[in-house]
């Protein structure tokens, strides 16, 4: 943990989390959930330099906005895209990268009744 944020590390992704919420209980080297809303996140083609890698498992619908929920190797990230007529629309299936706006992301001290 660093002054100005938080490092968490995911794999072989390590992210800076500029607010990262109240972490006082949280030690070094500890076990922890990177929580973000679906809105603070975006989908992209899976050529774009940055992002996590991953497959679109379900995309619905809802009028004003799509809702996709894509597997990556981190975990199950649903994204929610408004105005989903004015972006390149991504197919069940379709190899994507989501981008995680990282000063919306919080992080939780990990329960340890979750499953991991």
């Known amino acids: 943990m660093q002054s100005d944020g938080a490092v968490i590390q995911a794999g072989d992704k390590k992210f800076i989390i500029p607010n990262p919420g109240d972490i006082s209980g949280l030690k070094a080297g500890e076990a922890c959930v990177l929580t973000l809303r679906p809105e603070s996140a975006d989908i992209c083609a899976d ?38 007529r004015r972006k390149a629309g991504f197919a069940e299936g379709s190899r994507v990268k989501v981008v995680i706006d990282l000063d919306s992301a919080r992080i939780l001290k990990k329960d340890s009744s979750l499953p991991n």
């Open 47 to 84: 050529d774009n330099e940055q992002g996590i890698l991953g497959r679109v498992l379900r995309v619905t619908y809802f009028g004003a906005k799509a809702e996709y929920e894509v597997k990556t190797d981190l975990a199950a990230i649903t994204v929610e895209v408004f105005n989903p």
